[in-house]
T-cell receptor, first 113, second 112 residues
């Protein structure tokens, strides 16, 4: 059973601080990794994709991937109250699995003014 | 309309009813997905269609019946559901070999 694990939170962060979210996955051959943001009552929105080891930055978001440790993280710099949401980690397995994604349970983030 | 749309947005049905959920994508994608999102549980993949062909059925009970008449439209036909089937049903689409999936707004289903 392939698994994606996230701390459910809530992760409480003061406005302007850095929010750090972690995700671990069980399948060593996983190829692609995604972070989705889901506001309460809304659908998931893709915010970051990362495919190779290292860091990838997009605006205030940085995704970090370490395939050897089977670990992917998301940093949110200068956190804003509008960043309050649940963040879902998703992992694409090996090529034979097609485009099937496995999702973690999500980390709820609360940014306090 | 842009992106991925779903109708209805909310649905309440009895256990003996038959209803259908509709999804339409305006992104030119060729793969479409149905997911179920229940409270306190991760997103669960239900079905995958590539070029109108079903390529994944994730052990979904037969009371859920998908239909994909073309690459832009996806339906989920529902019959004799159970209260535990109450959830947010999400449709998503992706293009070719790209694993990036884009979600519709979802249908909030309540089974009485």
């Amino acid at each position: 059973q392939k698994e994606v694990e996230q701390n459910s939170g809530p992760l409480s962060v003061p406005e302007g601080a850095i929010a750090s979210l972690n995700c671990t996955y069980s399948d060593r051959v996983s190829q692609s990794f995604f972070w989705y943001r889901q506001y309460s009552g809304k659908s998931p929105e893709l915010i970051m994709s990362i495919y190779s080891n290292g860091d990838k930055e997009d605006g205030r978001f940085t995704a970090q991937l370490n395939k050897a440790s089977q670990y992917v993280s998301l940093l949110i710099r200068d956190s804003q109250p509008s960043d309050s949401a649940t963040y879902l980690c998703a992992v694409k397995e090996d090529k034979a699995a097609g485009n099937k994604l496995t999702f973690g349970g999500g980390t709820r983030v609360l940014v306090k003014p | 309309e842009t992106g991925v749309t779903q109708t209805p947005r909310h649905l309440v049905m009895g256990m003996t009813n038959k209803k259908s959920l509709k999804c339409e994508q305006h992104l030119g994608h060729n793969a479409m997905y149905w997911y179920k999102q229940s409270a306190k549980k991760p997103l669960e993949l239900m079905f995958v269609y590539n070029f109108k062909e079903q390529t994944e059925n994730n052990s979904v009970p037969s009371r859920f019946s998908p239909e994909c008449p073309n690459s832009s439209h996806l339906f989920l036909h529902l019959h004799t559901l159970q209260p535990e089937d109450s959830a947010l049903y999400l449709c998503a689409s992706s293009q070719g070999d790209s694993p990036e999936q884009f979600f519709g707004p979802g249908t909030r289903l309540t089974v009485l």
